[in-house]
């Protein structure tokens, strides 16, 4: 029922920042960001809890990442900065149901029930 709209993809430089945007038809609840390359497992990225309270990342972003959320504009961000080439990969969001959530069944692909469409982030000089 709930519906995931991402956008803010796009090309940079490395060491170039973005700021990836998810509007939800719902409340924000557990959200999390995915990413996969071509070829490449769908990897956890980062996920928040409603309100903010948890936040988790991937030991690969951390310090350069930051997931934030407005529940009144019912929208997840994602800030990356310091982006590396090994970034590159198509970005998605996604929704699960629960108030909060530990930091393993935040990186499990199967907590989540919704997710949007992606949006690509291409970093290369």
């Known amino acids: 029922q709930v519906q995931l709209v991402e956008s803010g993809g796009g090309l940079v430089q490395p060491g170039g920042s973005l700021r990836l945007s998810c509007a939800a038809s719902g409340g924000i609840n557990v959200m999390g960001w995915f990413r996969q390359a071509p070829g490449k497992e769908r990897e956890f990225v980062a996920a928040?809890?409603?309100?903010?309270?948890?936040?988790y990342y991937a030991d690969s972003v951390k310090g350069r990442f930051t997931i934030s959320g407005d529940n009144g504009k019912k929208t997840v961000y994602l800030q990356m900065n310091s982006l590396k080439p090994e970034d590159t990969a198509v970005y998605s969001c996604?929704?699960?149901?629960?108030?909060?959530?530990?930091?393993?069944?935040?990186?499990?692909?199967?907590?989540?029930?919704?997710w949007g469409q992606g949006t690509q982030v291409t970093v290369s000089s």
């Open positions: 928040i809890s409603r309100g903010g309270g948890s936040r």
């Open positions: 996604a929704w699960a149901p629960q108030l909060s959530i530990s930091f393993e069944r935040a990186t499990m692909t199967s907590t989540y029930d919704v």
